[in-house]
């Protein structure tokens, strides 16, 4: 019988995903309590029982700022492969992407 792998959340963590919103949730408010609000809690959109932390408007900047960073550095790459390297990889990701989705689709044993 072969080994699965732990169950991941879709952020990555081991385990309950609660556990790493409760991280992120502890982080938030030592940020705060130094003056660096770039985030907030509110309440979720669609569940009662869950929280979410949105970026400030202060908090925004360096999200954009990294998002428009990395896509000029994936973009470089892109440009500098063939053509065929480009498709296939798309190939690749969409697989990627499918076999996840399945993955954690399936009811947990």
Request: no cysteine; hydrophobic share 40%.
């Amino acid at each position: 019988m072969g080994r699965t792998a732990p169950r991941r959340g879709r952020n990555g963590a081991e385990g309950h995903p609660s556990a790493a919103v409760s991280a992120a949730a502890e982080l938030l408010e030592v940020l705060r309590a130094r003056g660096q609000d770039r985030a907030e809690r509110a309440p979720s959109r669609t569940s009662r029982r869950e929280v979410e932390l949105r970026p400030t408007p202060r908090g925004r900047a360096p999200l954009e700022e990294q998002r428009a960073i990395r896509s000029r550095e994936t973009s470089a790459v892109l440009d500098r492969m063939p053509a065929a390297a480009v498709e296939a990889l798309i190939v690749g990701l969409t697989g990627f992407r499918e076999a996840e989705g399945e993955v954690f689709a399936a009811p947990r044993r």
